[in-house]
């Protein structure tokens, strides 16, 4: 299985970008799909999560800036960021649950600045 994400870059503060993030490979009954984020010097934190139902959970930092979608049929999920701030800089990861097994991508990075 490999996740291939892509969508980053740099963008000024105030700005958009999109992510996205597509599973190849035998991959089977995905559970569930999320973003999460690791800035220089800094541990890797949730950004957001969907389930296979669609349930989705953001961290509270975002104040519902970002929105996650997913479409399991293409064993993708998506990352709409608006409103980027400095602090989104970050290499971001997508990952992937299916089976009891949680597959991650290799990590795409943003930038956000002047």
């Known amino acids: 299985v490999q996740l291939q994400a892509s969508g980053g870059g740099l963008v000024q503060p105030g700005g958009s970008l999109r992510l996205s993030c597509t599973a190849s490979?035998?991959?089977?009954?995905?559970?569930?799909m999320g973003w999460y984020r690791q800035a220089p010097g800094k541990q890797r934190e949730l950004v957001a999560t969907?389930?296979?139902?669609?349930?989705?959970n953001y961290a509270d930092s975002l104040n519902g800036r970002f929105t996650i979608s997913s479409d399991i049929a293409k064993n993708t999920v998506y990352l709409q960021m608006n409103s980027l701030k400095p602090e989104d800089t970050a290499v971001y990861y997508c990952?992937?649950?299916?089976?009891?097994?949680?597959?991650w991508g290799q990590g795409t990075q943003v930038t956000v600045s002047s």
């Open positions: 990952k992937i649950n299916a089976l009891g097994m949680g597959y």
């Open positions: 490979g035998s991959i089977y009954s995905i559970s569930k």
């Open positions: 969907i389930t296979s139902g669609h349930t989705t």
